[in-house]
């Protein structure tokens, strides 16, 4: 549906390179990567709305790259809604009706079926700049899909939203692709909104595409120690491999699958370490002694650091848990793991 080749964007002290993407029919894809690698930049030539320096765009089959966004077939729906302040919200979602061939019938049902299914019965006559931070939301995504596009452009939807707001918009957009069957793009700087809402992904660093692939894939097996950071294996090692194990910072650990011999990295979520004070580390499992470094309450959960030899190793623990071991900053702890839970690349 979307396929970009050798795309390239060139902006004062940045650009986008050599990008190429394929976006299947009826996909929802989502373009991840921290603030400032370029994610919206490539959803906005996608648009229209910046231009390449070099590349091919096709939606639908059909070339885009020098069409103006009028033309592309493509919605778009900000973080920031953009929505028209001077109408109504029955206004702005008919809004670009008349610059598109839909029949009468078919988009007044179509519309109907939007203010219903993204509960704006009950406001369309209202001015949107006395809605919600959720309720402008959903009217932006009643705009875009007014239309009947083939494509549904989203640029981190849900960041400006409080907590209570993103979780209904999630739930939403879950709900939208499921009925439409619209290809949906999304650039998002949190991979918990694209495991939760994309089937593929693409890991964008510094204008460039480092991993793509379907999203569990690219959650549990990152090529790369700066993807597989980003999808939250805060314990990224450089390792050299030896026949079935790799050596770490003087530590030797097993390897679930055959590695060919040589240097690349190892890497374990936080969440797969167990902490214990008196050795209760289940026998299957690889184990390490070393001492609690400091003990950060992130909210729900903390954030223990435990250096073992020369490796600083991350665990997550939830409050309970913690206070029932009652690991300390200071503390000599072991810290243990399955085998299977190691990711060398």
Same mark, same amino acid.
């Given at each position: 549906?979307?396929?970009?080749?050798?795309?390239?964007?060139?902006?004062?002290?940045?650009?986008?390179?050599?990008?190429?993407?394929?976006?299947?029919?009826?996909?929802?894809?989502? @373009?991840? =990567?921290?603030?400032?690698?370029?994610?919206?930049?490539? #959803?906005?030539? $996608?648009? !229209? %709305?910046?231009?390449?320096?070099?590349?091919?765009?096709?939606?639908?089959?059909?070339?885009?790259?020098?069409?103006?966004?009028?033309?592309?077939?493509?919605?778009?729906?900000?973080?920031?809604?953009?929505?028209?302040?001077?109408?109504?919200?029955?206004?702005?979602?008919?809004?670009?009706?008349?610059?598109?061939? @839909?029949? =009468?019938?078919?988009?007044?049902?179509?519309?109907?079926? #939007?203010?219903? $299914?993204? !509960? %704006?019965?009950?406001?369309?006559?209202?001015?949107?700049?006395?809605?919600?931070?959720?309720?402008?939301?959903?009217?932006?995504?009643?705009?875009?899909?007014?239309?009947?596009?083939?494509?549904?452009?989203?640029?981190?939807?849900?960041?400006?939203?409080?907590?209570?707001?993103?979780?209904?918009?999630?739930?939403? @957009?879950?709900?939208?692709?499921?009925?439409?069957?619209?290809?949906?793009?999304?650039?998002?700087?949190?991979?918990?909104?694209?495991?939760?809402?994309?089937?593929?992904?693409?890991?964008?660093?510094?204008?460039?595409?480092?991993?793509?692939?379907?999203?569990?894939?690219?959650?549990?097996?990152?090529?790369?120690?700066?993807?597989?950071?980003?999808?939250?294996?805060?314990?990224?090692?450089?390792?050299?491999?030896?026949?079935?194990?790799?050596?770490?910072?003087?530590?030797?650990?097993?390897?679930?699958?055959?590695?060919?011999?040589?240097?690349?990295?190892?890497?374990?979520?936080?969440?797969?370490?167990?902490?214990?004070?008196?050795?209760?580390?289940?026998?299957?499992?690889?184990?390490?002694?070393?001492?609690?470094?400091?003990?950060?309450?992130?909210?729900?959960?903390?954030?223990?650091?435990?250096?073992?030899?020369?490796?600083?190793?991350?665990?997550?623990?939830?409050?309970?848990?913690?206070?029932?071991?009652?690991?300390?900053?200071?503390?000599?702890?072991?810290?243990?793991?399955?085998?299977?839970?190691?990711?060398?690349?």
């Amino acid at each position: 549906m979307i396929r970009m080749e050798h795309l390239d964007i060139v902006l004062p002290g940045f650009c986008v390179r050599d990008v190429n993407l394929d976006v299947a029919d009826g996909e929802f894809f989502a @373009l991840i =990567g921290p603030t400032g690698s370029g994610k919206s930049l490539v #959803l906005e030539s $996608v648009a !229209g %709305l910046v231009p390449q320096a070099r590349g091919r765009i096709t939606v639908a089959g059909r070339d885009v790259t020098a069409l103006p966004p009028e033309r592309r077939g493509v919605g778009i729906v900000y973080q920031d809604n953009a929505l028209f302040p001077h109408l109504s919200v029955m206004e702005n979602i008919t809004y670009g009706l008349r610059y598109h061939r @839909l029949a =009468g019938d078919e988009a007044a049902r179509r519309v109907e079926w #939007l203010v219903d $299914v993204l !509960g %704006l019965s009950r406001i369309r006559e209202r001015g949107v700049c006395n809605l919600s931070g959720g309720e402008q939301q959903r009217v932006s995504l009643a705009r875009a899909l007014a239309v009947n596009p083939p494509v549904l452009l989203l640029d981190e939807p849900l960041s400006a939203l409080d907590p209570n707001f993103r979780e209904e918009i999630r739930a939403l @957009l879950k709900t939208l692709h499921a009925e439409l069957g619209t290809t949906f793009f999304m650039v998002t700087h949190d991979f918990a909104e694209a495991l939760f809402l994309a089937e593929r992904v693409g890991v964008l660093r510094d204008g460039a595409l480092e991993q793509v692939g379907p999203v569990r894939d690219v959650f549990c097996r990152p090529r790369t120690p700066f993807v597989a950071e980003f999808v939250g294996m805060k314990n990224v090692f450089e390792a050299h491999f030896a026949p079935g194990e790799a050596v770490f910072h003087g530590l030797r650990c097993p390897l679930p699958h055959p590695v060919a011999d040589g240097c690349g990295h190892v890497a374990l979520r936080p969440e797969d370490l167990v902490l214990s004070r008196d050795g209760g580390i289940p026998d299957h499992y690889v184990r390490y002694e070393g001492n609690v470094r400091t003990v950060c309450d992130l909210g729900f959960v903390y954030e223990v650091a435990v250096r073992c030899g020369s490796a600083d190793f991350r665990a997550l623990m939830d409050r309970r848990s913690l206070m029932e071991s009652d690991i300390r900053s200071g503390d000599a702890v072991s810290v243990g793991f399955s085998a299977g839970a190691v990711h060398a690349f």
